[in-house]
């Protein structure tokens, strides 16, 4: 009854009149009427239809306390209510204006086939953002939640989300980026390897570009291979993904790790190749495992916080002598050897906890297990050579965290800090053997790195077109100036390719030469009504202007112009400044795209790895590779 009532919109006319069910049982509210045929049943009040008869409601009669004034089916009708007439028993409700023929409610009441499909697009967006199993579709507790916010609404099988949503989404998505990389003109890549739960390995490619003045960073392929990993293997499977999204052609370098299988590979495809900075910055730093001062120490202060996290007295008593002392709550960290700064992180968290630790040891609490398990005590040395350690490593790891954030880790950034560590880690007069041997050890590592001299180029040019560090390009005898010589080479080349082989050598008469220098190099003020009005006549005066002017001394003036403005701040956008510069330098802008989206670390492949080892968890794993590359690539670049 409930459920016609809401399908069911009446007609104008409504009748209520009263009935009587034959009912010759006992009953407490049974009525007997001798002016109706069966004298004895169940009196009943009903609410019906007048052109079609439907009954739209029942109300029992149970005696004087039944209230019929009030009609549930009445609820959802409209409130205009024009006349009412009554005939014998019977009453009937007139509305003051025709509603719909009956049953139009029905379909009222079915989702439309465009709310339909935008409610499967949100619970697949929530199944791929969330990374949950496709089984979550089919359990009654989501399907419960979904009823109890949308009735009207029932979510996708796992087979259709599985076979149908997804695929189509992916499908549409990567047809939306190859059409956003085919407007591309320079394209970098990330490119590294990753083993499962499952055991199965995964090859993950990376896709960096400018758009707009903006980094855009695209998960290409999270791709699964069966075949040993060797140079020429991870060749054919890189080639197969950039030929898939059409930017073989467009690809200006590759940042990888140190694996000898990812050098013969990039050499095989003839691109750039850079090496991680991040994974150098780590292979500096864990070179110090191999010095037998720092190994003995550190196996000291590892013993303790190995021991206080394994026992369950250790954590309550430290946590009353930091209380006590009023240090920070913190647990104490344990390094792992192929985690990046984690020798940092767990020296440093030493340093702080320090006092803590000491008041622990002598705690009686824990004095006994400790003696017991033979534990050597901490000293002030100890916790000095800390002190020291910190100091020494902290712009290290300072630098680790510049070239693996998401914002800007251009690869002009690596010589620059390569330079500064050079000054940080150079031993000074005052310095202990301590300090001294951790710093000879850490530069002796890092100055074999970069030293080919067609990478050292490419991060020179690379550095001179970062606005931020353009004035600290090495500055040995002829350096700077071989570089610039560079920049106007290239550009000079790239210009004149794009323009078809125009005549560099065509001259411009020195009076327009002297009222092109004499342009600020800034963005114009906002245009004036006459401004806005002869744009289009303006416009073209300009074209006709840089066109008499030859390539050769347009890429001069915007050479010495960039040269003259001072380096920007290090938050600035690089991307974003040169965007903003377009107009004041037009072919050098173009240029430097090309150099900001190579990125001088692997880390945008890392971070998929960290996604896919969600996507691909105890809780599913026996998803298909397929369907996990579709995962991690709306995941990655839907949201």
């Known amino acids: 009854m409930a459920t016609f009532g809401q399908m069911f919109v009446p007609h104008r006319d409504l009748c209520i009149d009263e009935s009587l069910l034959l009912w010759k049982g006992r009953l407490g509210f049974r009525q007997y009427i001798p002016s109706k045929r069966k004298r004895f049943g169940i009196k009943l009040f009903m609410l019906c239809d007048v052109l079609t008869g439907y009954i739209i409601n029942v109300k029992v009669y149970t005696g004087s306390s039944t209230d019929i004034t009030h009609t549930p089916g009445l609820d959802n009708l409209r409130p205009e209510i024009a006349n009412v007439s009554q005939a014998g028993d019977s009453t009937t409700l007139r509305c003051a204006e025709p509603i719909v023929t009956p049953f139009t409610i029905a379909a009222r009441g079915k989702m439309s086939a465009q709310q339909k499909e935008e409610c499967h ?85 990376t896709a960096h570009y400018i758009e707009e003045g903006k980094m855009q960073q695209k998960v290409l392929k999270t791709k699964a291979v069966y075949k040993a990993q060797t140079g020429c293997v991870v060749a054919e499977e890189i080639s197969d993904v950039l030929s898939e999204f059409g930017i073989s052609d467009k690809i200006v370098a590759v940042t990888v790790d140190n694996a000898a299988n990812m050098d013969v590979a990039i050499k095989r495809l003839r691109f750039v190749k850079l090496c991680c900075f991040a994974h150098t910055l780590n292979l500096a730093a864990q070179s110090l495992y191999s010095l037998n001062s720092v190994s003995q120490w550190v196996a000291k202060v590892r013993t303790i916080v190995v021991w206080m996290k394994r026992c369950s007295m250790a954590k309550v008593v430290l946590g009353e002598k930091q209380q006590l002392l009023q240090l ?57 050579k800390a002190e020291d350690f910190i100091n020494l490593m902290k712009v290290l790891y300072t630098s680790t965290l510049c070239v693996s954030s998401e914002k800007s880790p251009t690869c002009g950034q690596i010589l620059p800090i390569l330079k500064k560590l050079e000054a ?54 002829g350096t700077v100036d071989t570089i610039w010589d560079q920049i106007r080479r290239n550009l000079i080349e790239q210009s004149t390719e794009e323009d078809g082989g125009a005549d560099v050598d065509t001259m411009q008469s020195e009076s327009e030469d002297e009222q092109e220098s004499q342009q600020p190099p800034c963005k114009l003020p906002k245009k004036t009504p006459l401004e806005e009005l002869f744009a289009e006549e303006e416009a073209q005066n300009i074209v006709s202007q840089q066109s008499s002017m030859s390539i050769k001394k347009q890429v001069e003036r915007e050479l010495q112009m960039y040269q003259e403005v001072p380096p920007v701040l290090m938050s600035e956008d690089p991307a974003a400044w040169w965007w903003n510069q377009q107009k004041t330098y037009p072919l050098l802008s173009n240029f430097a795209f090309s150099y900001l989206c190579v990125q001088a670390s692997s880390t945008p492949s890392e971070r998929v790895f960290s996604t896919a080892g969600d996507a691909i968890c105890p809780e599913r794993s026996r998803i298909l590779p397929e369907k996990a590359d579709m995962i991690i690539f709306l995941n990655k670049n839907c949201f």
């Open 328 to 384: 920070p709550r913190h647990s104490l960290i344990l390094d792992v050897r192929t985690r990046w700064n984690s020798l940092y992180l767990m020296l440093e968290r030493f340093t702080e906890q320090y006092p803590a630790i000491q008041a622990a040891s002598l705690d009686q609490r824990l004095r006994k297990n400790m003696d017991r398990d033979r534990l050597a005590r901490l000293t002030e040395e100890d916790f000095r």
């Open 424 to 477: 940080h880690l150079a031993v000074n007069e005052g310095d202990t053997v301590f300090v001294s041997n951790l710093k000879k050890q850490v530069w002796a590592n890092l100055s074999k790195r970069y030293q080919n001299d067609e990478i050292r180029n490419f991060l020179q040019v690379a550095t001179a077109l970062d606005p931020r560090f353009k004035h600290k390009l090495d500055d040995g005898i």
């Open 121 to 205: 697009r949100k619970v697949t967006a929530h199944i791929v953002k969330r990374l949950h199993p496709f089984s979550e579709v089919e359990s009654p507790t989501f399907r419960d939640m979904v009823k109890t916010l949308n009735p009207k609404y029932t979510p996708p099988s796992r087979d259709y989300l599985s076979n149908t949503l997804i695929p189509s989404w992916y499908k549409a998505e990567k047809s939306n980026i190859i059409t956003e990389l085919s407007e591309v003109s320079a394209v970098a890549l990330t490119c590294d390897g990753w083993s499962s739960i499952t055991q199965d390995h995964y090859l993950t490619i």
